[in-house]
């Protein structure tokens, strides 16, 4: 069965990126490298464009977007790059960093986020809490779907347009939803900066990137109506989070879309000399970790995937046979 969706891509709103600015990438890096100290939450009375925080809670927005990356200034230019890259999306997109280095917190408001928080609940030595990261920022702004991503992943604009077509299809929308898909590995010199943010260049990156395994997936789109009760405190960027997220929700009957075929989200890989504890969450699941159940969580297990049409439309195809995994 197919469910036609009639979804034009979406027009993104381009804004004036750090290379404009007056401050060198280097002269950012040195005001950064401070000591990563406990901070409250910003109690911030507007964002950049204005909106009042009563604004985000009462007028319905389309889509909130978040993450959150350690102090280290080591791939510091990469995280950059996201930052810039996910303020194309505005002003049809909220914006929200967790951070609790302050000096990041006012970075990101300077460049035109709309809140800056710090971590709330956290894990594995300081590391925030996915479901907690959903759960506040569904207390904190009003939107139809709400989406955690990697702070190394850029989105191509057919991310808002699969968005707005799933969004556009009420007899999927109406049910809980769990959208996510593969990632496409791009390695970078973490010592030579490589600024890869608007449209064109996001593009040009794609080229020369390669689509990763249907197990690595680094962003996750949800509506209000996901269960996330059902879940523990699972770590963000640890080993486990995505597949165990998946599993679950196919258990559970959540309708889960394969968005690989219209989303290109590139992941911005790098080399990195610090190794972070990758058994953590397995840690967490006890004796609720089963690797052969977790495989399950693979997006080609999902009930749905997302396709472009010959008119560059996006539609939805219920899947009706999976891999031996599944």
């Known amino acids: 069965m197919v469910t036609q969706l009639h979804v034009t891509p979406t027009s993104?709103?381009?804004?004036?990126?750090?290379?404009?600015?007056?401050?060198?990438?280097?002269?950012?890096?040195?005001?950064?490298?401070?000591?990563?100290?406990?901070?409250?939450?910003?109690?911030?009375?507007?964002?950049?464009?204005?909106?009042?925080?009563?604004?985000?809670?009462?007028?319905?927005?389309?889509?909130?977007?978040?993450?959150?990356?350690?102090?280290?200034?080591?791939?510091?230019?990469?995280?950059?790059?996201?930052?810039?890259?996910?303020?194309?999306?505005?002003?049809?997109?909220?914006?929200?960093?967790?951070?609790?280095?302050?000096?990041?917190?006012?970075?990101?408001?300077?460049?035109?986020?709309d809140l800056t928080l710090s971590v709330g609940l956290k894990t594995c030595n300081g590391t925030p809490v996915l479901k907690d990261m959903f759960l506040t920022a569904q207390r904190l702004v009003n939107s139809k779907l709400y989406a955690y991503a990697n702070a190394d992943i850029l989105f191509d604009r057919g991310f808002l347009s699969t968005l707005e077509g799933v969004i556009n299809n009420t007899s999927i929308y109406s049910k809980p939803i769990l959208l996510t898909g593969k990632r496409s590995d791009l390695l970078l010199n973490v010592h030579s900066i490589t600024h890869i943010r608007g449209e064109k260049e996001v593009e040009r990156a794609f080229k020369k990137s390669h689509m990763s395994y249907g197990y690595a997936e680094d962003y996750f789109v949800v509506n209000r109506k996901f269960p996330w009760k059902i879940y523990p405190n699972l770590a963000i960027g640890r080993g486990m989070v995505d597949n165990y997220l998946a599993f679950v929700a196919r258990k559970n009957k959540v309708t889960t879309i394969d968005a690989s075929g219209t989303v290109g989200a590139l992941h911005q890989k790098t080399k990195s000399r610090v190794k972070k504890p990758s058994d953590c969450n397995k840690q967490i699941l006890g004796k609720l970790y089963a690797r052969r159940k977790i495989a399950r969580g693979n997006v080609e297990c999902f009930s749905f995937e997302t396709r472009f049409d010959f008119d560059s439309n996006v539609f939805l195809l219920k899947r009706g046979q999976y891999t031996t995994v599944c």
């Open 12 to 113: 993104v709103h381009h804004v004036s990126i750090l290379g404009r600015q007056k401050r060198s990438y280097f002269s950012i890096k040195q005001t950064l490298n401070i000591s990563n100290e406990e901070a409250r939450r910003a109690d911030v009375g507007k964002t950049q464009d204005g909106t009042t925080k009563s604004q985000l809670t009462s007028e319905e927005h389309f889509l909130t977007l978040f993450t959150s990356f350690n102090s280290t200034m080591e791939k510091f230019y990469i995280y950059n790059n996201t930052l810039h890259n996910w303020l194309q999306m505005k002003p049809k997109v909220v914006l929200i960093f967790f951070s609790d280095n302050p000096k990041l917190r006012e970075y990101a408001s300077s460049i035109g986020w």
